[in-house]
């Protein structure tokens, strides 16, 4: 028998790669919170894995676009059963930033990184507390690509800040034993790309991942210990040189002066002879 393993809470549930983390989890051992506007297609999801698991299952409906809502899902995070938070809700608004329906960038920016931080946040003290438990951040590759946007400028920037803040949180939360981890899928096949206005069948198909494959991968990755997985990534050691070299910029990134290459550093001289 699977050993129980808390309860996991996941953001947008109701489809796609939340669907399948609750599949996964709820194998696991994990009883779930599933969280999502669709409260049918929760409920039909909820049925489905109580009949094959022996998963308890919360259905949670919430707009995480409303505060009132998003404040009732941070209370259930404070919860002491709690180990887990996936916080995987999230849209793509897809085409050129000039284009964009401001309302619905700002509606992006909204979802993707000041809820997913303040569920974190709300999850965090417990988890601290108990010494134990993980909190799985659905980033994106666009994080890392915000020079090539597949989707759009804004999207790939809202995955560049989830990237940080899991990389930030975790060196935060690490001498608790408390694990964040960022998941940074490439396409996958749901229903974001159509929601987006992109039909995913335009992409070469040699670039577009099941979502069962990547959601396996990630838990894979979290179970090797991972804190950034990268499920397509072939060779891990490619993104360690990445970090490698972004470290390496560490000790030349802050200087009294400005580089020579400006031309406009005063030496040390010149400052002197004004002050006197
Ligand atoms: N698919 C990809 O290629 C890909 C690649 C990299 C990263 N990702 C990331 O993966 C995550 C999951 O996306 P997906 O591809 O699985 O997309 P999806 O199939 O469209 O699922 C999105 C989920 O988020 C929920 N959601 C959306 N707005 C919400 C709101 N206001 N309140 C509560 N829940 C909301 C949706 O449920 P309701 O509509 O029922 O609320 C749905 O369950 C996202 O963060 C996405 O950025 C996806």
Do not use: C
């Not at 470290?247 to 002050?275: C, F, I, W």
Request: without cysteine; proline residues 4%.
């Amino acid at each position: 028998m699977t050993q129980n393993q808390g309860t996991a809470l996941i953001t947008g549930a109701s489809a796609g790669i939340g669907a399948v983390y609750a599949d996964r989890l709820a194998r696991r051992g994990y009883d779930l919170v599933l969280v999502a506007r669709d409260e049918t297609k929760l409920n039909a999801l909820a049925s489905r894995l109580r009949g094959e698991t022996s998963a308890t299952i919360e259905v949670l409906p919430a707009d995480l676009a409303n505060a009132n809502d998003t404040r009732k899902v941070a209370t259930r995070l404070q919860a002491d059963d709690i180990t887990m938070l996936v916080n995987n809700a999230g849209t793509a608004i897809a085409g050129p930033t000039i284009d964009m329906d401001p309302e619905r960038l700002e509606a992006m920016i909204q979802l993707n990184v000041t809820v997913a931080t303040r569920l974190a946040q709300a999850v965090a003290p417990g988890l601290a507390q108990r010494r134990r438990g993980d909190i799985v951040n659905i980033a994106s590759v666009a994080g890392i690509r915000g020079d090539q946007p597949a989707i759009s400028v804004g999207y790939s920037a809202t995955k560049a800040y989830l990237l940080a803040f899991s990389e930030g949180l975790d060196s935060e939360l690490a001498p608790y034993g408390v694990r964040v981890q960022a998941v940074l899928p490439g396409a996958t096949r749901t229903e974001l790309w159509a929601k987006g206005g992109i039909d995913i069948n335009t992409l070469p198909q040699e670039v577009v991942m099941e979502t069962g494959d990547m959601v396996d991968a990630a838990l894979a990755g979290l179970d090797q210990g991972e804190r950034v997985t990268i499920p397509a990534l072939p060779d891990i050691a490619d993104w360690l040189a990445f970090k490698t070299t972004r470290a390496a910029l560490g000790p030349n990134l802050s200087h009294r002066l400005p580089a020579e290459r400006y031309g406009v550093a005063k030496s040390d001289e010149t400052l002197l002879s004004k002050a006197s």
